[in-house]
């Protein structure tokens, strides 16, 4: 057995999300939530921790370090601390973890917050020169936004207040870039952030998802994956995006429908849970009733799901869409903000009175 610390990247605002998810599954003990973070130990790490479906990508920590200013003798401190990570147990806890034994390149991604007198490439410079060493293998640079090659071996560095932390990524490529995906169009959601709106609309089991809005399909997909026994249905009034969400769907049971989402191809008080990101961004414009009357698609929403049923939505500007939910007797439960690529939306729950 050998004990490990993690940390899973996340979305901002759904991290107590992937902390619930680590312990339902019995990947650790979650040690603490960050900014986009998710500490947690686990006794005897595995493969089954890249399975962690809410989570961007999953890290081996190596080395934390405390006494990071703001001046550049941070960089000294941190190539010290590179220097004296112990690679080869935690290549070997890497490989365990499901991590594949060979790779051509040293890459190292830093981030932090705040202001210093250094960037991230310095950070990252500093680094990976002493990992590049200890591994016998050449250092990729991401100076002037260049991508590192695949299949390298990633290392991650993030600084807050006066510590920084070096960890090496598990996986070959981030988690959140899923095998299923085929196709996307604009507006595709973030598979994590569906992944974590399924969960938060707690269907339980065999019990009827509905996505009336699902684009290429990532929220159906997402639930199929989370709960086989669920009945999912997935539409969109764009033919085109139907068909890549089948595509996307190969191997699911989900059905798939084109419709309006004022006229929902299912039957009254027939749906549990409905989950969904509408258009109500400026990258998807609205059509249909969406554009014409929205009013009519609370009502719809309303209409479809049975009594003490639950929708969970990502919304841009909640505030402007909760009274019409109100007024079509849609309670609100709960709102978490969420950072997405610059965007701060909501995902808004809200549920249908019992009779
Ligand atoms: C933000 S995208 C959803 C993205 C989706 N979750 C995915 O991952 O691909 C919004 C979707 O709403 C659809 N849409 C727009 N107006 C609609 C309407 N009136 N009824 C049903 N779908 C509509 C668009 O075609 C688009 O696919």
Not at 14 to 32: C, F, K, M, P
Not at 155 to 160: C, D, S
Not at 244 to 265: E, I, K, M
Not at 333 to 349: K, N, Q
């Amino acid at each position: 057995m050998t004990a490990a610390r993690l940390l899973a990247r996340t979305v901002r605002g759904i991290e107590s999300v992937v902390a619930e998810e680590i312990r339902r599954r019995g990947l650790g003990r979650v040690e603490r939530l960050g900014h986009r973070e998710v500490w947690f130990r686990s006794a005897d790490p595995g493969p089954e921790v890249l399975g962690l479906d809410c989570a961007d990508d999953v890290f081996l920590v190596a080395a934390a370090v405390s006494g990071i200013g703001r001046d550049r003798s941070a960089l000294r401190l941190l190539a010290e601390a590179a220097g004296n990570v112990p690679v080869e147990p935690l290549l070997a806890l890497r490989q365990r973890c499901g991590g594949r034994p060979r790779w051509s390149t040293v890459d190292v991604s830093a981030s932090f917050l705040g202001r210093r007198n250094y960037s991230r490439y310095d950070v990252e410079d500093a680094v990976g020169g002493p990992l590049a060493a200890a591994v016998g293998l050449p250092y990729h640079g991401r100076r002037g936004g260049v991508a590192p090659p695949p299949g390298g071996l990633s290392w991650r560095v993030t600084v807050a207040d006066d510590r920084a932390l070096v960890a090496l990524r598990i996986a070959e490529r981030p988690l959140h870039r899923r095998q299923y995906r085929q196709q996307t169009r604009a507006g595709s959601l973030h598979p994590p952030l569906a992944a974590a709106m399924v969960r938060l609309a707690q269907p339980h089991q065999g019990a009827r998802l509905l996505d009336p809005c699902c684009g290429v399909g990532t929220i159906p997909v997402e639930a199929a994956r989370t709960d086989p026994t669920l009945s999912i249905v997935g539409s969109d009034r764009d033919p085109a995006s139907v068909t890549g969400a089948v595509a996307n769907g190969a191997g699911t049971t989900v059905s798939w429908a084109v419709a309006d989402a004022g006229r929902l191809p299912v039957a009254t008080g027939s749906v549990d849970v409905v989950v969904s990101n509408p258009p109500w961004g400026q990258q998807v414009p609205p059509s249909g009733v969406l554009a014409q009357r929205p009013e009519r698609f609370w009502r719809e929403l309303r209409r479809v799901l049975r009594p003490g049923g639950r929708a969970v939505l990502l919304l841009p500007d909640a505030n402007t869409w909760l009274p019409q939910a109100a007024d079509a007797g849609m309670k609100l439960v709960d709102r978490r903000p969420v950072s997405l690529f610059g965007s701060h939306p909501e995902i808004v729950a809200l549920e249908v009175a019992e009779r």
